[in-house]
């Protein structure tokens, strides 16, 4: 089993920015994909950024250049540094980690941003 704890939440002001981590711990093994989604209220789940097979990185085009993805292998941490937030950046941030076609998911943490 796989298990991800997520931090790094909270309330900030528009521009502001947030840090996100993420560790996993359990029968990690090989990872194909770790990285981070969001659901706002009444939208669906939508990839934010992700670092697959441990190197190459994906954004949304809607935080290219705001946002950057990090992953530290020797703590199977993940890491999303967010920079010029938005209102519309406000959602749940849940951690996701890819392993052999079966997809683990964090609790979820709220990130708000206030005009």
């Known amino acids: 089993q796989v298990q991800l704890v997520e931090s790094g939440g909270g309330l900030v002001q528009a521009g502001g920015s947030l840090r996100l981590s993420c560790a996993a711990s359990?029968?990690?093994?090989?990872?194909?994909?770790m990285g981070w989604y969001r659901q706002a209220p009444g939208k669906q789940r939508e990839l934010v950024a992700r670092?697959?097979?441990?190197?190459?990185?994906d954004y949304a085009d809607s935080v290219k250049g705001r946002f950057t993805i990090s992953r530290d292998n020797a703590k199977n941490t993940v890491y999303l540094q967010m920079n010029s937030l938005k209102p519309e950046d406000t959602a749940v941030y849940y951690c996701?980690?890819?392993?052999?076609?079966?997809?683990?998911w964090g609790q979820g943490t709220q990130v708000t941003v206030s005009s």
């Open positions: 996701n980690l890819a392993r052999w076609g079966v997809n683990y």
């Open positions: 359990g029968s990690i093994g090989s990872i194909n994909a």
């Open positions: 670092v697959v097979s441990g190197a190459r990185t």
